[in-house]
């Protein structure tokens, strides 16, 4: 069962990929993915492509959504796997949810504008697939186009984190309501990256904590966005709590994304792979 190709993180041109649903399933199954989610920020609109293109080219498919949380003053990701995508609870959350992102855009722009960069927001809308869903990755990729810094990782640093022009504070959905969505809608809960996380020892075991009693089950371990010291960290990190492990790319784009779909390591043996507690979820090809 380890050794079962399993992608459960990756984004489309429903959020801030740069591939249609279909084409990220093609391109999942043409590395040998077997089992897919497709897990775009806070959207499941892409869900039924998503799954059908899966279907289509013999890959099982489990729902997916990445959902953008506040813990502690920091933004957290929780995917959520396996649940009705089009449950009112979650529907009605992820809308909510989402309904910041253009007021939060247009003052991206303008702190953008006071050191020189102007037209961002209208730039930024040229690469948005979803009207929806302006993300900061979208202003990133037109910071590139427009020869500002040479790649997005290197926009994040200069000007779109904390501290930086288009940095913007947003307060995303609490953590016990995206547990409540995803499970009221019938799925698990997980947490993504979470190396990625700029807390303290104390915050990060207040997270794994909280989020125990609320009832999540996953953490990602091995992630695109964890080095090799990180996937043996969060191993240890499941078994202090208990925890299935999951292991997704987190693809966007093909030059982009550093770690292509379905090339990841296999999960340590040490952890129980999330998809052998989701055999009832998965939809079979
Ligand atoms: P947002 O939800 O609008 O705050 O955008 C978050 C997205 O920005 C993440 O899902 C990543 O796709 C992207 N992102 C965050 N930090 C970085 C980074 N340092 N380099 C490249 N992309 C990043
Ligand atoms: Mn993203
Ligand atoms: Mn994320
Ligand atoms: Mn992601």
């Not at 199954?29 to 806070?42: E, F, M, Y």
């Not at 979650?90 to 102007?118: K, Y």
């Not at 209208?122 to 690469?127: D, I, R, T, V």
């Not at 810094?149 to 640093?157: D, I, P, S």
Request: charged content about 20%.
């Amino acid at each position: 069962m380890h050794l079962l190709n399993a992608d459960l993180h990756s984004h489309s041109t429903v959020s801030d990929g740069t591939l249609s649903p279909e084409a990220v399933a093609a391109r999942a199954h043409a590395n040998g993915v077997a089992l897919w989610s497709l897990t775009d920020h806070d959207e499941v609109g892409g869900q039924a492509r998503a799954r059908d293109a899966a279907l289509a080219l013999g890959m099982d498919y489990l729902t997916g959504v990445e959902i953008s949380v506040t813990f502690a003053g920091e933004t957290v990701h929780i995917v959520g796997l396996g649940f009705d995508a089009e449950h009112p609870a979650i529907m009605q959350g992820l809308a909510d949810t989402r309904g910041g992102r253009e007021r939060r855009a247009r003052e991206m722009a303008e702190g953008l504008a006071r050191v020189g960069i102007h037209g961002a927001y209208e730039g930024a809308l040229k690469y948005v697939g979803n009207p929806d869903l302006i993300s900061r990755t979208h202003f990133a990729r037109f910071l590139v186009e427009q020869g500002i810094c040479q790649e997005t990782h290197e926009v994040f640093r200069r000007y779109l984190t904390e501290g930086k022009p288009g940095y913007v504070e947003h307060r995303w959905a609490r953590l016990s309501d995206a547990l409540d969505w995803i499970h009221q809608a019938g799925g698990v809960a997980v947490i993504a990256h979470p190396a990625r996380y700029h807390f303290s020892p104390n915050e990060e075991y207040a997270l794994f904590t909280d989020f125990k009693a609320l009832g999540g089950v996953g953490v990602e371990v091995v992630t695109g966005s964890h080095t090799v010291a990180e996937y043996q960290r969060y191993a240890d990190v499941a078994r202090e709590f208990d925890l299935l492990a999951s292991r997704g790319s987190d693809f966007h784009d093909p030059a982009e994304s550093h770690t292509d779909l379905g090339s990841l390591p296999d999960l340590p043996g040490a952890v129980t792979p999330i998809w052998e507690a989701l055999s009832h979820r998965i939809v079979r090809a």
